[in-house]
């Protein structure tokens, strides 16, 4: 005979006294109400950097109206857009920015003849462009946050692209370690600070995690000319910033403990709450689980990619997600999400269901997404691709040099259409219940 077992009341009051208990963390940098401009060149207008981090801002704070442009401009330089593009384009947006990200340096440098007497000449340009953007910035009413970054790491060229683009000699030299990019971000970080905007050094946080492997052992970050970045390059950039802007890793994590005498109860909880928990002798257990926030679900995020095998996506490290059973009795566990077969066929151990597991890991297919949370970041990011092809289509009226006889207009309407999708994604973000069910594997 099966005996079963119900701690509703009990186990709802001890989630209760748990929940959000990590708090003191500091806290992330975007708020309720920021709007977040992301200037730059090619790596941002045609990159994805900035979608990952609008879909986990998203998913990981609902809570929060945050609304993001993607404000780059392919071959922009720093100098370019501080002498029009952000006074009178960027910073004129309704609503207006209240944070911009400058990630600005290749082109800079490597512009001209991509020798290193014009780099040296050039460099100062790029200077110049800080002071003004943050000029321009403070003046605002109110003042705008101006976050100034180094630039994501390079790597050498291809011999046939060498061949094929002069330019590429110049992005030779910057991609080898201690170059003029490197030391003119660093100055330039040293300036932003003394002129009181903030910095986020991208390129340190980057280097670091190819050293320790913590990425994989041969990723490749970039197309062929090693400017351009790829979708592992992306989620490499984007994990940085984010990690520097105090990204929380844990989304939430339940945990209960299984003993043959006590019965079943809940342990350490943050981020979410437990009730109607049925548990059975077997090692059957039911809950519905109630989150205050969404993991992202990485594999929507990939663009151009040569080499998916090979990299290790940091950003699963800020999209922790965690189940504990404690004491199951031994055997092979599968787990179903409102219903869905998240876990493999073999589901998974005892063992490892008592160390923790991810959740964000499970029920991920990207042409059939089985769990809750991957169906949430799927919509989510689709959102984020509609808003994105709308911010291509305003650069283009703005800067293709064709006339358009309503162009005021039917930037009225970009500007609707992606106000709308964002939008969209908040309310796609918020959290409902999910109904978990673990037994063993037949």
């Known amino acids: 005979m099966v005996r079963s077992f119900r701690s509703t009341v009990v186990l709802a009051a001890l989630a209760f006294v748990s929940l959000f208990a990590f708090s003191s963390a500091p806290d992330f940098e975007f708020h309720d109400g920021d709007v977040v401009a992301f200037i730059g060149d090619s790596n941002t207008e045609w990159g994805t950097y900035h979608q990952v981090i609008e879909a986990y801002t998203h998913l990981r704070f609902p809570e929060r109206r945050v609304l993001f442009y993607n404000a780059g401009r392919a071959g922009d330089t720093l100098s370019q857009a501080a002498s029009w593009r952000v006074e009178h384009d960027i ?59 180094s630039y994501p790491t390079l790597e050498p060229p291809t011999q046939a692209e060498l061949k094929k683009n002069p330019w590429m000699k110049g992005v030779a030299r910057l991609s080898r370690p201690g170059s003029i990019l490197h030391r003119t971000c660093e100055e330039g970080l040293a300036l932003a600070r003394s002129l009181g905007a903030k910095t986020l050094d991208i390129e340190k946080v980057m280097t670091q995690l190819v050293a320790e492997k913590a990425v994989g052992a041969t990723p490749v970050f970039h197309d062929e000319d090693g400017v351009h970045l790829n979708g592992d390059g992306s989620q490499l950039v984007a994990f940085s910033i984010l990690k520097l802007l105090n990204a929380p890793t844990i989304v939430s994590d339940v945990e209960f403990s299984w003993g043959a005498s006590a019965g079943l109860r809940a342990g350490v909880l943050q981020g979410a709450w437990v009730d109607q928990i049925q548990g059975e002798s077997s090692g059957r257990l039911q809950f519905v689980r109630h989150d205050s926030a969404w993991p992202l679900v990485q594999g929507f995020t990939y663009r151009n990619t040569p080499s998916p095998l090979k990299f290790q996506s940091p950003m699963d490290s800020l999209s922790q997600y965690r189940l504990r059973i ?45 769990s809750p949370w991957a169906v949430i970041s799927r919509e989510v990011w689709m959102e984020g691709s509609k808003k994105a092809y709308a911010e291509n ?26 106000l709308q999708a964002s939008r969209r994604a908040m309310r796609l973000s918020q959290p409902r219940p999910i109904e978990f069910v673990v037994e063993k594997v037949e």
């Open 393 to 418: 289509q305003r650069l283009q009226l703005l800067w293709s040099g064709v006339r358009v006889h309503d162009r005021d207009s039917r930037l009225k309407e970009l500007d609707h259409e992606i």
């Open 91 to 149: 910073l004129q947006r309704t609503p207006k920015p209240t944070k911009i990200f400058l990630t600005f340096g290749i082109n800079d440098l490597a512009w001209g003849d991509g020798t290193p007497e014009a780099m040296e000449k050039y460099r100062f340009y790029y200077y110049e462009g800080i002071r003004q953007v943050i000029e321009a910035a403070q003046n605002q009413n109110p003042p705008v946050d101006v976050y100034v970054l």
């Open 326 to 370: 404690r004491d199951l009795p031994e055997g092979r566990y599968k787990i179903e999400a409102n219903g869905s077969r998240i876990t493999a066929a073999e589901g998974v151990s005892a063992a490892d269901l008592h160390q923790g597991i991810n959740l964000a890991s499970f029920g991920y297919d990207s042409s059939n997404p089985r």
